[in-house]
């Protein structure tokens, strides 16, 4: 139980381009997810979380007119990185809390995104 | 002072041995707390989480958290080359319910 699925789990494009990037719940639903950026050898950082139904809320320093996040479902959350550039390569996991559960966490494959 | 601390390492343990990895925080309000798992270009995995003080066990894992000295340790028992990753620990912070993380320790167990 408690599995989430990224798609797609790789994708470069080129700079200026925007990409999407899906996160489903496939097994529960899921009232919260959270979307995480990583850094080659650093730890995750929560970029926004992402309520059914409500706006995301962006931690300090994320753009969010950059990262656009919809939360449309109780299963699906996406995450569209617009106007792409070099700096934003990087590994975007999601994760997703059960409504079972009020702080456990189960994370997504992660998609990594490389910009030209 | 980072919220969540943790050793980087490399942390080298020999297989069959215990491995222990350690966690400070600084948030005397977290509730909860994650040890997650983490190979190389792949995705945190959870492998346990614990609410109250003292041990927590399953398997070939024990959880440790001492509220008081704001620390939460994992210990591996027999370990095994493929335990070689790196360990994530997460706290909960306070009523946003999100999981601020540590930088994590690699371990590496040797054959």
């Known amino acids: 139980g408690a599995v989430v699925s990224q798609h797609p789990s790789w994708v470069i494009c080129k700079s200026g381009t925007s990409v999407k990037i899906e996160c489903r719940s496939l097994?529960?639903?899921?009232?919260?997810m959270f979307w995480y950026r990583q850094f080659p050898k650093q730890s995750l950082m929560l970029m926004a979380t992402?309520?059914?139904?409500?706006?995301?809320?962006?931690e300090q320093g994320v753009e969010k007119d950059k990262f656009l996040i919809n939360h449309a479902s109780l299963t699906l959350s996406t995450l569209t990185v617009t106007s792409a550039h070099p700096e934003d390569s990087s590994f975007y996991i999601c994760?997703?809390?059960?409504?079972?559960?009020?702080?456990?966490?189960?994370f997504g494959p992660g998609t990594r995104l490389t910009v030209l | 002072q980072k919220e969540v601390e943790q050793n980087s390492g490399p942390l080298s343990v020999p297989e069959g041995a215990i491995a222990s990895l350690n966690c400070t925080y600084s948030?005397?309000?977290?509730?909860?707390f994650f040890w997650y798992r983490q190979y190389s270009g792949k995705s945190p995995e959870l492998i346990m989480f614990?609410?109250?003080?003292g041990d927590k066990e399953d398997g070939r894992f024990t959880a440790q958290l001492n509220k008081a000295s704001q620390y939460v340790s994992l210990l591996i028992r027999d370990s095994q080359p493929s335990d070689s990753a790196t360990y994530l620990c997460?706290?909960?912070?306070?009523?946003?319910?999100?999981?601020?993380f540590g930088t994590g320790t690699l371990l590496a167990v040797q054959p």
């Open positions: 994760s997703a809390r059960t409504l079972a559960s009020t702080d456990t966490q189960y």
């Open positions: 097994d529960f639903q899921a009232t919260t």
């Open positions: 992402s309520n059914e139904g409500s706006k995301a809320t962006y």
């Open positions: 948030d005397r309000g977290s509730q909860s």
């Open positions: 614990i609410y109250s003080n």
């Open positions: 997460a706290v909960n912070v306070g009523a946003t319910n999100k999981l601020i």
